[in-house]
């Protein structure tokens, strides 16, 4: 009896031993399948995921640069404006001074000053259409300071060096402030 409960127990043992293997069997074939699937992507997944939060970190930086850039450009296009107007400015209103001055002390510091701009602010923030202005402005009140009865050109020429500026301050701050026929008024 001894024998045959040994017997039993051997066969019990064997059937358990049988069962694990099977069961073991198919933990590998399921593991197998995982690792031929998904289970072959797992380990990399973490590295797509740690490039695409790089990726997406060097879009962000290149974002906030063009930003940046843009918006020093955008102040330095404004610095830059607003000292074109300003130049723009005085210098009609010294050939104004220029072509309605009766007296000559005034004028000799008009002079002087707008031949200043003439020679130097002008040349850093004109277009072509003000340069051309400004030097027919400059040759009439040569002109004009030999023969006194050129005011009446002296002032049309003020009068076009203003029209050129304000041409060319409307084109770059791009505003519309409609036509302007000099020669009606």
């Known amino acids: 009896m001894d024998e045959h409960k040994n017997e039993n127990f051997d066969q019990s043992k064997l059937q358990l031993e049988l069962e694990k293997t ?3 069997v198919e933990q590998l074939k399921i593991k197998n399948r995982w690792d031929r699937g998904f289970g072959k992507f ?3 997944i973490p590295i797509y995921i740690a490039v695409g939060a790089f990726l997406f970190g060097l879009y962000q930086f290149n974002a906030e640069q ?3 850039n843009e918006a020093k450009e955008k102040e330095f296009k404004k610095h830059f404006w607003e000292k074109q107007l300003d ?3 005085e210098l009609c209103n010294l050939a104004s001074r220029l072509s309605t001055a009766t007296d000559s002390i005034s004028t000799i510091a008009a002079y002087k ?3 200043e701009l003439y020679h130097g602010d ?3 923030f004109q277009d072509t259409n003000v340069m051309r202005s400004s030097k027919n402005f400059l040759l009439i009140y040569l002109d004009f ?3 006194p009865s050129l005011q009446r050109v002296l002032q049309d020429s003020a009068r076009s060096l203003a029209f050129s500026c304000r041409t060319s301050i409307l084109k770059t701050w791009d505003i519309n402030l409609g036509q302007l026929d000099l020669k009606r008024y």
Do not use: C, G
């Open 22 to 24: 099977r069961l073991e």
């Open 42 to 44: 797992a380990n990399v």
């Open 66 to 68: 063009a930003r940046s």
């Open 87 to 89: 130049t723009y400015s």
């Open 113 to 115: 000053r707008y031949d």
């Open 122 to 124: 002008m040349v850093i």
């Open 145 to 147: 300071r030999r023969s």
